[in-house]
Every structure is written in structure tokens, then in C-alpha cells.
């Protein structure tokens, strides 16, 4: 690893740390605002997991930012080797294809988002008095506990490494992305169940 690239993730880890002021600064407006809990204990509790509510969109939008930075500074480590199911690849091409896949998931959570907030429909949001700042830091949270769910889906499938002691062998660059074409399947398989749940819960 060397200079550029180690000033480069340790300015991105200080942004991370310091994402928790906008954080709790937002969400400590909308408790001040708001009577959600008379108790000072509740409603200190209440004030951290707002923020970390918030926190979760925050880190991971200067995480995605500093891979992209990451990217463009010189550096061995593009070509250490990544293993994923099935195979392996490049860091260069992981952290390209991590990131234009979270950003995605981000748009798609952000419009998503905006609608339930346009919308009304969530009874614990719709009920607070939240100015245009706020709503927007609402959405994003809602965005981030998306992007959370969805990425852990895939990458956790990802994850999935078969033992030495299986003698499978690893398949490269070929067996990442049949990973990544299965992963997409199962988070596809994922969003149908829940999806017929629903269907039978509206009937």
C-alpha cells in the first residue's frame, strides 16, 4: 500500500467518524421538535438511533466516494486477488463493480424512499413535523437501511467460500461473475417471496 493511497483511506475513515455531527445534529432537531418521548433517558435513546438512522446513508456515501478515489490512485494492491464464490478477481474490478451496484441500489432506494415520504404512508414518519432538510435526511435513512439489506443479501451470498478441503477449484474471473449472476438469482428469489407474501396478505 503506499503513501497516496493510505492518505487517501485515512481521510475518508476521519469523514466517516466525523458524518456522526450531521447525524446526531439532524436527528437531535427533529427530537427537540417533536414530543416522541417524555423521558430524558428514552429520548437520549431515541436520539442515538436516529443518528445512527442517518449515520448508515452518510458513511456509506463517503465510502463509495473514496473507493471511486481509490480507484484513480496507483497502487499494487489492484492487482491482489479477491475470492468469491465460484472464483476470483481483481480488487480493481471488485471495488468498480461494488460500487456501481451500490449506487444503483442507493437510486433505486431514493426514489423509493422519496415516495413513501411524498406519500404519507409510513404512520412513524407522517406523524412528525419535519422540515425539507429533514425530509431529505429521512429519505436517504430509508435509502441506507435499503442499500443494507439488499448488499447483504448479495454480498453475503458472495461471501460463500468453499473449504480447500472441497478440491472444487476456483474458476477466476469466470467464477466471479457467475457468483454475482447467482447472487443477483437469490436476491431476484428473495424479492418474489416476499412479494407473493404480500400478494396474499392483500387478498
Do not use: H
Not at 471495488?95 to 437510486?107: D, E, K, R
Not at 454475482?180 to 431476484?188: D, G, Q
Amino acid at each position: 500500500m503506499n503513501t497516496a493511497f493510505e492518505i487517501v483511506d485515512f481521510l475518508m475513515s476521519v469523514l466517516i467518524f466525523l458524518a456522526l455531527v450531521p447525524a446526531l445534529w439532524v436527528s437531535g432537531r427533529i427530537l427537540l421538535r417533536n414530543a416522541i418521548a417524555e423521558a430524558r433517558y428514552t429520548r437520549l435513546f431515541l436520539w442515538l438511533v436516529l443518528g445512527g438512522f442517518f449515520l448508515i446513508p452518510l458513511t456509506d456515501l463517503i465510502a463509495y466516494l473514496g473507493q471511486w478515489i481509490l480507484l484513480a490512485v496507483p497502487s499494487d494492491q489492484g492487482t491482489t486477488p479477491v475470492f468469491l464464490f465460484l472464483g476470483s478477481t481483481t480488487w480493481l474490478s471488485y471495488s468498480i463493480l461494488f460500487t456501481v451496484t451500490g449506487l444503483i441500489i442507493y437510486a433505486v432506494g431514493i426514489y423509493y424512499g422519496r415516495k413513501v415520504i411524498a406519500e404519507g404512508r409510513l404512520p412513524v414518519i407522517k406523524d412528525l413535523s419535519l422540515e425539507a432538510l429533514e425530509q431529505n435526511f429521512m429519505v436517504l435513512g430509508l435509502a441506507g437501511l435499503f442499500s443494507t439489506m439488499v448488499r447483504g443479501v448479495l454480498l453475503n451470498f458472495l461471501s460463500i467460500r468453499f473449504p480447500a478441503a472441497s478440491g472444487l477449484p476456483s474458476l477466476g474471473l469466470t467464477g466471479s461473475l457467475v457468483g454475482w449472476i447467482l447472487a443477483l438469482i437469490v436476491l431476484a428469489l428473495v424479492l418474489i417471496f416476499m412479494d407473493g407474501k404480500l400478494k396474499s396478505r392483500e387478498e
